[in-house]
């Protein structure tokens, strides 16, 4: 089962947190460096933050820089996006990413909604 999952979106007062989650529940991505992304209405997909699976690297995107950060969870083979602090900008689809060779793998998504 190829597939990453994401969950954990919803609706989120500014100023608020919420956390994302990527399962690989076929344990096909294991080892491998995790990406998040986000699309909002009428926007190109921007990348967000990257984490290496053995933990030793991540890096977050300026616009969430100081506000969100990423972590995984070995035993249950899961990435984390700790979104806090939240904008109205923030406001979009959320996807996680693997990049293995030349192919891209997608989540199908988790929306998240910002309200002032």
């Known amino acids: 089962q190829v597939q990453l999952v994401e969950s954990g979106g919803g609706l989120v007062q500014t100023g608020g947190s919420l956390r994302l989650s990527c399962a690989d529940p076929g344990r096909t991505f294991s080892g491998y460096q995790r990406n998040w992304y986000r699309q909002a209405p009428g926007k190109e997909r921007e990348f967000v933050a990257r984490?290496?699976?053995?933990?030793?690297?991540?890096y977050l995107s300026d616009s969430v820089k100081g506000r969100f950060t990423v972590s995984r969870d070995i035993t249950k083979n899961t990435v984390y996006l700790q979104m806090n602090s939240r904008k109205p900008d923030d406001a979009a689809i959320y996807y996680c990413?693997?990049?293995?060779?030349?192919?891209?793998?997608w989540g199908q998504g988790t929306q998240v909604t910002v309200s002032s």
């Open positions: 984490l290496n699976w053995d933990g030793s690297y991540t």
């Open positions: 990413n693997v990049k293995l060779g030349r192919k891209d793998y």
